[in-house]
């Protein structure tokens, strides 16, 4: 048997990945961590063959646990498969340095994530890329792209009224099909953009998104959120998801929904 073990903050997709491996007569599902530090702690224990390991975690995102994974106390390392939203280069330069076997774009095909399941587990080493595509992110349900963001924003409960409910919406498509990535890129490239749109200042994005999210939060459907980001991706000190984390997550809720539809 290959001993998988499963971390990523998004519970839906571990249960997703979870059933679809259990269904493999070759694959047993070892277990399944939600933020990084969980995550080293199992590969010690279990002793996976193949770790499926998410770059956007929380405590320790999968850059950390693959730079921790050396000082494991391990017989055999596993081999590591990333899951990420974004194919960039240098990200993808990054987790070839810091010893990464394979890397998948979000949405992926199962079939194709099992079969590199079975050559790592087998001894193959060399670093593939699979990815999906703009046709496949807008094909889903019968509904267009923008139709399903505005409908997670709805169901988040942000105002329809709020200056912040045209920018996230916006910030989410920009993610998705022009492959921004949530981070250090928002101030740069994300947040000028919409504001050059608008005709407003970059800060004025900024804390416009951040109030449509506390205002969802306080007032919406906080339940929906925590659903979508995950709890434990929310640290106490923050007390509601950031900007970056909540862009993130609904374009990662999104991939994921077309790739099960």
Request: glycine letters at 8%.
């Amino acid at each position: 048997m290959i001993r998988v073990l499963i971390a990523d903050n998004n519970v839906e997709l571990c249960d997703i990945l979870t059933r679809y491996f259990e269904k493999q007569e070759d694959i047993e599902v070892a277990g399944v961590a939600y933020d990084g530090e969980q995550a080293l702690n199992l590969i010690e224990e279990v002793e996976p063959d193949v770790v499926i390991l998410d770059i956007t975690m929380p405590i320790l995102d999968g850059l950390a646990v693959l730079e921790r994974l050396p000082g494991l106390n391990l017989p055999k390392r596993p081999k590591i498969i990333i899951l990420t939203a974004f194919g960039r280069e240098d990200l993808i330069l990054k987790l070839t340095q810091l010893g990464a076997d394979y890397y998948v774009v979000k949405p992926f095909d199962m079939e194709v994530l099992v079969t590199r399941i079975r050559q790592f587990a087998q001894g193959e080493e060399s670093l593939i890329k699979t990815s999906g595509t703009s046709a496949e992110l807008k094909s889903g349900a019968g509904k267009d792209l923008m139709t399903m963001v505005t409908e997670i924003i709805h169901g988040m409960g942000v105002p329809a009224h709020f200056k912040g409910y045209n920018y996230l919406r916006d910030a989410v498509m920009m993610v998705l099909e022009e492959k921004f990535v949530p981070g250090g890129n928002l101030t740069k490239q994300l947040y000028p953009r919409i504001a050059e749109k608008y005709n407003t200042s970059t800060g004025g994005v900024e804390a416009a998104i951040r109030n449509a999210i506390l205002t969802a939060w306080d007032h919406g459907n906080r339940e929906y959120i925590s659903r979508m980001v995950g709890k434990s991706a929310i640290s106490t000190k923050a007390k509601f998801p950031s900007n970056s984390l909540m862009i993130a997550k609904i374009a990662d809720h999104l991939r994921l929904k077309m790739q099960a539809g």
